[in-house]
């Protein structure tokens, strides 16, 4: 049997029918759901997912958004790059349409080759090969392959001529599922009496993991201003980490007389790790500057993980 008719079979009986964003044509909430889960787990995202449908439910009203009720939203998912390329991108396409084809949507802000064909096939139906990291596992492994080029190559010869959307679904599925990184279900899975990597014993070394390097740590101090049960806080410029984003303005020069330290917070990011000093502030008037938010109203702010874990603490100990 071909490897792609004993994927297509596999998906059928094994793979995943329930998820929120299946079951549509619809590029705009197919585009979201993959834009979504670069980079994180389906298991998170499926709540962000729902929200989101329900604030945003067509392309048009994210277009008419602000880019603070889009990372409202997106606050908490990570990488908040991908939630300020997919609002750009929405304004384009409110104007323009949805683009038809992998190449096209590969054009959009935060697109790449993978997730554009990933969009292509299951809103239109294009035969686009997909190599994300769950589909890199599967081919590096069933046919003992190391490099991108060899990877992407095979990814296109493998496509079938009918039912692209259920193959390429059955190669998502197959890498998250079964073919997972560190203990695959070999006994599962129904490429395993051809997979070279069983073979040759050489599950652990495929995909070739990236050379890990250790992460260096920034470290950066916070004044958190405290003025009637709000703080200050400001936005962050863009690019740059959580740009757009709001959070408490960074100490530049001496400590201020009476500030209380606050216990330290470690957030990791992709290239290094940040060690946050929070020093807490009351004063009697407030600043011009920035925003002043209320304890209260921070879970549903524009913020970062931390600077929300950060409130909340203090929310909790003036109760």
């Not at 759901?33 to 298991?43: A, G």
């Not at 991108?89 to 409110?94: E, L, Y």
């Not at 000093?277 to 407030?286: A, F, H, K, S």
């Not at 879970?299 to 003036?318: D, G, M, N």
Request: hydrophobic share 45%; charged share 25%; glycine share 6%.
């Amino acid at each position: 049997m071909a490897f792609a008719e004993k994927l297509i079979g596999w998906q059928r009986r094994h793979g995943r029918h329930d998820l929120p964003w299946q079951g549509t044509r619809d590029p705009y909430r197919i585009w979201l759901s993959e834009v979504m889960l670069q980079q994180t787990q389906v298991s998170t995202v499926i709540a962000y997912y729902r929200r989101f449908v329900a604030r945003f439910p067509d392309v048009t009203a994210l277009a008419r958004a602000t880019q603070d009720e889009v990372l409202q939203l997106w606050s908490g998912l990570g990488y908040y790059a991908r939630g300020r390329n997919l609002h750009r991108a929405a304004r384009r396409i409110a104007q323009h349409g949805f683009p038809r084809t992998a190449e096209k949507i590969a054009e959009l802000p935060g697109v790449g080759r993978s997730t554009a064909a990933a969009i292509a096939v299951f809103a239109y139906g294009e035969r686009a090969a997909i190599l994300d990291g769950n589909v890199k596992r599967v081919l590096a492994r069933a046919f003992g392959l190391a490099d991108e080029k060899s990877l992407w190559a095979q990814a296109e010869r493998l496509l079938p001529q009918r039912e692209v959307e259920r193959y390429t679904q059955a190669l998502m599925d197959l890498g998250a599922t079964v073919c997972t990184r560190r203990t695959p279900l070999c006994h599962a899975c129904p490429l395993a009496s051809s997979c070279r990597a069983k073979k040759e014993r050489r599950i652990a070394e495929l995909p070739v993991p990236r050379v890990r390097r250790a992460l260096p740590e920034k470290q950066v101090t916070w004044l958190i201003l405290r003025h009637r049960g709000a703080v200050l806080v400001e936005r962050r410029p863009a690019p740059g980490i959580w740009g757009g984003l709001w959070c408490p303005p960074e100490l530049a020069g001496k400590r201020p007389r009476g500030a209380k330290a606050l216990a330290p917070i470690e957030h990791g990011f992709t290239h290094f790790r940040l060690r946050i000093r929070p020093l807490l502030c009351d004063v009697e008037t407030r600043a011009a500057r920035g925003r002043w938010l209320k304890l209260e109203e921070a879970s549903a702010a524009a913020l970062p993980a931390p600077v929300k874990t950060l409130l909340a603490r203090l929310r909790e100990a003036a109760h």
